[in-house]
C-alpha cells in the first residue's frame, strides 16, 4: 500500500533526472557549498550594491526606502523571491550567520569564506543600525507584501509601494525588538578582533532594543498588521526575549541577562516547551542548546537547577531529532525532516545546525545524553546533521540538489523575481508590474541568471519536487534557509580537528586570501565492462537506504554510460525485478529509453537513472540501440 501510494504521486511529478557525469554520489564539496551559500545573500542585496560584489547580474535597487518617512532605510536583504525587507526574518537570518562564524569562523577562514561570511552579516547589521534610530523605535518592514506580490518586478524595476512601517512604545513588538537585539548581539560577537568600535557600537544597540522589547510588550504584527500574513509571529514574544538575554550574556557576560535567563526560564517557557522545531518564529529550541551551554561551560551558578531544566529539553530536541525520542520529528522516505509542505527546508538547516553545534558542545565536554532508546553519542548528531546536508546536495530519491548552481540537477524555474527575468545590465528595458508575469513569470525555460547557493523550499514528505516556477513552496529559496547552512558546511569541510566549543569565542580575523575548491572524489563502481560488440556500460550503486513501516527499502543509482566513439541514439533497455518507481527514463512497452527531454548520448557521456525497492538490485540490460 505505501509503495502504491508513492509510486501514484510520483508519476504526477515531472521527473529531470538527466545528469552526466562527475554526478551527485560521488561525495559532497562542502566547501565549494558553503563558498556558493554565501554568494546566495550577494544577490538578495538592496541598495547601493559594493564595487567588490560578485553576483554582477543585479545592481543598485530600493534608493529611496525610508525616505518618505524622514529615514534612510536603504540596504538590507530582500527576504526570499520577494522584493520586501521584512525585518523579522532578516534579523534571523543575520543572528543565525553569526553564530554560524561563532562557532566555526576558524573552519571558514581556513576555505578563505571568512571574509565573505562577515561582509553577509554587516550588510545586514548596516541596515538594522538605520533601522533603530532612536532607543524605542525600530522600523521593521520596508514595502507590503500584497502590492509587491501583485507584480512581478526586478527590484531594480519596482514601483510597488514601499512604506516604512516601526514598532514604538505605543505600538510595541516584543519578538521583532528581541530578534534584532540578539542578531546585533551575535554580530558584536562577530566582529570584536576586526572591528572593534562597529562591536561596541552593536552592543549599544542590542543593549537598547532588549530594554525596549521588554519593558514595551507586545507582538509585532499587531502593530505591523501587514506582516500577518507573511511572517506572523505564532510563537508570541517570550521566546524572543529569553534568546535575547542569552545572546546578550555571551557578547556582553553581563550577569543581568544571566539572571533573566535563569529568573524567567519557568514563566517564558523556556524550561516547559518541548520544542520539535526552530526557526525564524519559534525560537525556544536554540535558547535551550545556548543555556546549555552556559551550564557545561560552569557559568550557571545559583541558577543551576533551572538551566538543568533548560538542558533537559534541548536534549528532548535533539532525541525527536534523530527519532529516539518521545515524540520524533515526521521525516520523509528518503530521511529528510518534514514539518510542512511550505519551504520545509527553512527548518531542515535550523535544526541541523543545532545538531551539529550541540554535538560539539557535547564533544567539547566528553559527554553523551540519553535519549527514550538509550544513550546517544555525539558523533550521532552529527552524522545526523550531514545526511540532511547531504539529502539536500544530492543524496536524495531524486538526485536532486536542493542548492542552486551545486552539482549537476538543481532546480533552474527558481520562484524568484530578479533571477526569473533578464538582468538589467543585459537589457535595461523597463519591466512593468503585470508585464514581469505575462513575460517572464509563465516563461517555461530556465532562468536567465542563475541564483547560485539559494536554498529552496524543497520536495513534499514523499521526497516529489516539480521544478516549476509557479510551485512557490517547492521553489521558492530564502534567506534564512542559507543562514543556518554556512556553520554546518563550515563543520563538515574542517574535518573534526582540535577545538574545544566550550572554550571562550575568538572569531579569527578574516583571511583575504581565496582557497581554491578542492575537487569532489570519484565514485567507485563494480562496472558492466563494455565489449565490442556491445559499447555501453552499465554500472549500478545502492546510495541509501531508510525504514518506513517496518520495511526496509533501497535506493539505486544506475549510470549508463556511451564508451563508444560515435552517437548513442534509439537506445532500448529492459529492467526486470524491478518493484518500485523508477526516476530518470522513459517507458515504452515493456522497454525504457531516453527520458523525453534527451534524443542521443554523446560519446563518452552518461545518463543516470534511479529507482526504489525493497529487495536487491533490478536486472538492467542492453535491448537494442544504434550509433551514428
Not at 115 to 138: C, F, N, Q, R
Not at 380 to 402: M, W
Request: proline content about 6%; overall charge positive.
Amino acid at each position: 500500500m505505501y509503495m502504491e501510494k508513492l509510486m501514484r504521486l510520483i508519476e504526477m511529478t515531472p521527473l529531470l533526472l538527466l545528469l552526466f557525469l562527475p554526478f551527485a554520489f560521488a561525495g559532497h564539496d562542502y566547501n565549494q557549498a558553503l563558498s556558493k551559500s554565501i554568494l546566495f545573500f550577494e544577490a538578495q542585496r538592496s541598495g547601493y550594491l559594493p564595487h567588490n560584489q560578485r553576483v554582477t547580474w543585479r545592481a543598485n535597487s530600493g534608493l529611496n526606502d525610508g525616505k518618505a518617512s524622514g529615514v534612510d532605510l536603504v540596504g538590507g536583504y530582500y527576504d526570499a523571491g520577494d522584493n520586501v525587507k521584512f525585518g523579522l526574518p532578516m534579523a534571523f537570518t543575520i543572528t543565525m550567520m553569526s553564530w554560524s562564524i561563532i562557532e566555526y569562523g576558524k573552519q571558514m577562514g581556513a576555505n578563505g569564506e571568512l571574509g565573505h561570511a562577515m561582509e553577509a552579516v554587516k550588510w545586514g547589521t548596516d541596515y538594522l543600525i538605520k533601522a533603530h534610530p532612536e532607543p524605542y523605535v525600530l522600523y521593521g518592514e520596508v514595502g507590503d507584501g500584497n502590492s509587491d506580490h501583485y507584480c512581478w518586478q526586478r527590484p531594480e524595476d519596482m514601483t510597488t509601494d514601499r512604506h516604512a512601517y516601526k514598532i514604538d512604545p505605543s505600538n510595541p513588538g516584543s519578538d521583532l525588538a528581541g530578534e534584532t537585539a540578539a542578531a546585533m548581539a551575535a554580530a558584536s560577537i562577530v566582529f570584536r578582533r576586526s572591528n572593534p568600535a562597529y562591536s561596541t557600537e552593536l552592543l549599544r544597540h542590542a543593549h537598547q532594543l532588549f530594554e525596549f522589547a521588554d519593558k514595551y510588550r507586545g507582538k509585532y504584527d499587531s502593530s505591523i498588521t501587514v506582516a500577518q500574513k507573511y511572517y506572523r509571529s505564532i510563537s508570541g514574544y517570550n521566546d524572543e526575549l529569553l534568546w535575547a538575554s542569552a545572546w546578550l550574556y555571551q557578547a556582553s557576560n553581563n550577569e543581568y541577562y544571566l539572571n533573566y535567563l535563569g529568573k524567567n526560564g519557568d514563566s517564558m517557557g523556556g524550561t516547559g516547551w518541548a520544542m520539535t522545531e526552530f526557526g525564524w518564529d519559534v525560537k525556544y529550541a536554540g535558547v535551550q542548546t545556548l543555556v546549555a551551554k552556559f551550564l557545561m561551560q560552569g557559568k550557571a551558578g545559583l541558577h543551576a537547577p533551572v538551566f538543568e531544566r533548560y538542558h533537559q529539553k534541548a536534549e528532548y530536541f535533539m532525541c525527536s531529532l534523530i527519532g529516539k525520542g518521545g515524540r520524533n520529528i515526521q521525516k520523509t522516505p528518503g530521511g529528510l525532516i518534514f514539518r510542512q509542505r511550505w519551504n520545509n527546508m527553512q527548518f531542515v538547516t535550523s535544526a541541523s545546525f543545532l545538531a551539529t553545534v550541540y554535538s560539539d558542545y557535547l564533544a567539547s565536554s566528553r559527554g553523551s545524553f540519553k535519549c527514550a532508546a538509550g544513550n546517544v553519542a555525539p558523533s550521532e548528531l552529527l552524522s545526523f546533521a550531514k545526511s540532511q546536508v547531504d539529502y539536500i546536495l544530492g543524496d536524495n530519491p531524486r538526485a536532486t540538489s536542493y542548492m542552486v548552481g551545486y552539482g549537476n540537477n538543481f532546480p533552474r524555474q527558481v520562484h524568484h523575481r530578479a533571477s526569473s527575468i533578464v538582468s538589467f545590465k543585459v537589457d535595461p528595458k523597463f519591466v512593468a508590474c503585470r508585464q514581469g508575469y505575462g513575460t517572464w513569470y509563465s516563461r517555461k525555460a530556465s532562468d536567465p541568471n542563475v541564483l547560485t547557493g539559494a536554498i529552496v523550499g524543497g520536495p513534499d514528505a514523499y521526497d516529489n519536487f516539480a521544478d516549476e516556477r509557479d510551485n512557490y513552496e517547492q521553489t521558492e529559496p530564502a534567506t534564512y534557509n542559507n543562514a543556518p547552512l554556512l556553520g554546518i558546511l563550515a563543520r563538515l569541510g574542517g574535518g573534526h580537528g582540535g577545538y574545544n566549543q566550550l572554550l571562550p569565542v575568538v572569531v579569527p580575523a578574516p583571511n583575504p586570501v581565496v582557497a581554491k575548491p578542492k575537487p569532489a572524489p570519484k565514485p567507485k563502481f563494480t562496472p558492466t565492462p563494455a565489449t565490442s560488440s556491445n559499447p555501453i556500460t552499465i554500472e549500478q550503486k545502492m546510495t541509501t537506504s531508510w525504514n518506513a513501516k517496518g520495511k526496509t527499502y533501497y535506493r539505486y543509482s544506475t549510470i549508463v554510460t556511451n564508451k563508444s566513439y560515435k552517437t548513442l541514439k534509439d537506445l532500448k533497455l529492459s529492467i526486470s525485478k524491478l518493484y518500485g518507481p523508477l526516476w530518470g527514463l522513459s517507458k515504452s512497452g515493456n522497454s525504457y529509453g531516453f527520458p523525453p527531454w534527451l534524443n542521443s548520448l554523446p560519446a563518452g557521456k552518461s545518463i543516470e537513472f534511479v529507482y526504489i525497492h525493497s529487495t536487491s538490485p533490478a536486472d538492467v540490460s542492453v535491448s537494442s540501440y544504434n550509433l551514428a
